[in-house]
């Protein structure tokens, strides 16, 4: 019997490391979704159109996993499926909060779609008319596919095809393919040019990793992994003292707010050595910035805590940790981390986490208004996260919980002490 050729590729550590999540439990959560408001005169034809050219054009969007004979994780394979649309959505006629209330419902629902990890496709998309000049775009898609910011890379992508098909041309520029990044990436982790960094990493002294605990979680953690969040819209007010404190202590909005946090889980915890997983989106390359994948990571970023050192002080020294990660973020595995015994959950998370990202302006493309409406992405597993999105004139902060630890009323207490 002739044997079926069958091109594989070896997961990136992000991929890899999604992987290994989702085999733990919760593996429906590791998700990127987003839904899209497109306001104006839209050709619905055209617009499926261009989501099936950027699908054409990243590789990473055509990719199915398969476990071969005697591995323990799936290859990469790039197939030439395409996307999987769901029924149009009729909302129209409906209250703004009704209105409102129905987008979020679409949202949600991303979060139950059923992917075909080994033949595909793994992108899903649908569309929701509002009136017949507001539609919404609604996509989702598994976080080894995409995170954060290749949902922003898609959006911009969407509007420059877009107004490319309107206008009979066609887009020339040539994608970074994750592929070539992940290969890459891989080879960079073998390399000597990595044992630096790799022994950066192995030298962090993270036994403290699942130790921390607040006073009103569910001590025994298990496998199932239930996200859920609570959101507050900062006052104008305190998005101004943010400014000006930044501004007085020479530095970013972020780090105020990622000090706190360390500051908080310190005062609830009474634990002086904190670990908590930054954000960071694993773009390092300006040819990088526009590509669609998994290139993000959550880097476990350590500070061990003096009652007696004031904020300020607090605040340079965690910058200082954060931008050492940030530095050898390439080299950063989870099988390079030493002590990290939380619970018996395998593989180890980062139980506290944080993220700051800056909200996509409003796009205009061919008389179209484009802006999301919800954006989100699942990409590591947490107890507690604190996800910072700033734009123009808002700060929001949502805090992300494992529903199957905490209760809302006490994310909710935990909020009000943040802000005090």
């Known amino acids: 019997m002739q044997m079926q050729s069958y091109i594989g590729y070896r997961l990136s550590p992000q991929q890899e490391r999604l992987w290994s999540l989702r085999e ?3 593996a429906s959560a590791y998700i990127s979704r987003c839904a899209l408001s497109l306001d104006g005169h839209l050709e619905l034809d055209l617009l499926k159109r261009a989501v099936s050219k950027i699908v054409d054009r990243h590789e990473i969007l055509r990719t199915t996993y398969r476990r071969l004979p005697g591995m323990a994780v799936p290859v990469q394979h790039i197939v030439d499926c395409q996307v999987e649309w769901g029924e149009t959505q009729d909302v129209r006629g409906l209250t703004e909060t009704e209105e409102s209330q129905a987008v979020e419902r679409l949202f949600a629902d991303l979060g139950g779609v059923n992917f075909d990890f080994e033949n595909g496709p793994l992108l899903y998309a649908s569309i ?6 507001r539609h919404v775009l609604l996509l989702s898609l598994p976080a080894s596919c995409a995170d954060l910011e290749a949902l922003k890379n898609i959006a911009v992508e969407l509007g420059r095809i877009y107004a490319a098909l309107k206008g009979h041309e066609e887009i020339q520029d040539e994608p970074t393919q994750y592929i070539v990044f992940s290969e890459w990436q891989l080879d960079l ?4 040019d990595a044992e630096i960094g790799k022994e950066f990493w192995k030298s962090q002294e993270l036994q403290s990793l699942g130790e921390a605990a607040l006073p009103y979680e569910i001590k025994d953690i298990t496998e199932e992994f239930l996200p859920s969040r609570y959101s507050i819209a900062l006052d104008p007010g305190i998005i101004a003292s943010l400014a000006s404190l930044a501004a007085e202590l020479d530095t970013s909005i972020d780090c105020l707010l990622l000090t706190s946090w360390f500051a908080l889980l310190y005062r609830l915890t009474g634990q002086t050595e904190m670990v908590v997983g930054v954000y960071c989106n694993g773009r390092t ?3 990088l910035e526009k590509a669609i994948g998994p290139f993000a990571k959550y880097l476990p970023i ?5 009652p007696e050192t004031s904020f300020r002080d607090l605040a340079f020294a965690i910058e200082e940790s954060n931008q050492a990660g940030i530095e050898w973020q390439e080299c950063f595995t989870w ?7 939380d619970n018996s959950i395998s593989p180890p998370f980062t139980g506290f986490s944080f993220s700051f990202e800056t909200a996509l302006d409003e796009l205009a493309f061919d008389g179209i208004s484009l802006s999301f409406l919800k954006i989100d992405s699942c990409y590591d597993r947490f107890k507690l996260k604190l996800r910072c999105v700033e734009s123009a004139d808002a700060l929001l902060l949502e805090f992300q919980y494992d529903s199957s630890i905490y209760k809302q009323e ?3 207490r935990l909020a009000s002490h943040y802000l005090t």
Do not use: N
């Open 24 to 26: 733990k439990g919760g």
């Open 128 to 133: 929701a008319a509002l009136s017949p000049t």
């Open 189 to 192: 982790l073998q390399s000597e």
């Open 285 to 287: 390359d300006e040819e």
């Open 302 to 306: 350590q500070r061990k805590i003096d």
């Open 335 to 341: 099988s390079l981390v030493r002590g990290t015994d």
């Open 410 to 412: 006490h994310i909710s």
